[in-house]
């Protein structure tokens, strides 16, 4: 079933991570601060480590691996829910290249690491 529905945009954060943060986190604290409870999400940057994530049907779950070393961001984008809870819930999904032009996508999870910066 698809749905669908219309809406403007109410405001724009634009945010700058400095080297060192973890994206994740930095997207859930800058939507935590702005009172976000529903959004859109856009990045390009730099890591110095990107852990990423596939999701395995059969365990359910998702299968994490790490690309240790510096890569540019060359697509990351996903959305911001709010949970029945209260809390947030960041779905992205980030493609990284490295300086062979290798890609690496999946997931946006835990520890990918800004090198120089991320907006």
Same mark, same amino acid.
């Given at each position: 079933?698809? !749905?669908?529905?219309?809406?403007?945009?109410? !405001?724009?954060?634009?945010? !700058?991570?400095?080297?060192?943060?973890?994206?994740?986190?930095?997207?859930?604290?800058?939507?935590?601060?702005?009172?976000? !409870?529903?959004?859109?999400?856009?990045?390009?940057?730099?890591?110095?480590?990107?852990?990423?994530?596939?999701?395995?049907?059969?365990?359910?779950?998702?299968?994490?691996?790490?690309?240790?070393?510096?890569?540019?961001?060359?697509?990351?984008?996903?959305?911001?829910?709010?949970?029945?809870?209260?809390?947030?819930?960041?779905?992205?999904?980030?493609?990284?290249?490295?300086?062979?032009?290798?890609?690496?996508?999946?997931?946006?999870?835990?520890?990918?690491?800004?090198?120089?910066?991320?907006?």
């Amino acid at each position: 079933m698809v !749905r669908s529905l219309t809406t403007e945009a109410k !405001r724009v954060i634009f945010a !700058r991570m400095e080297p060192g943060e973890d994206i994740l986190k930095t997207i859930e604290t800058v939507s935590s601060k702005h009172g976000v !409870r529903a959004g859109q999400l856009t990045l390009i940057g730099a890591v110095s480590k990107a852990s990423l994530g596939f999701f395995e049907r059969e365990s359910m779950k998702y299968k994490t691996f790490t690309v240790d070393k510096d890569l540019e961001v060359v697509s990351c984008m996903g959305n911001i829910a709010s949970t029945h809870e209260g809390g947030l819930i960041v779905h992205a999904h980030i493609v990284v290249a490295d300086q062979d032009g290798r890609c690496y996508g999946g997931h946006l999870m835990p520890g990918c690491e800004v090198s120089v910066t991320m907006e």
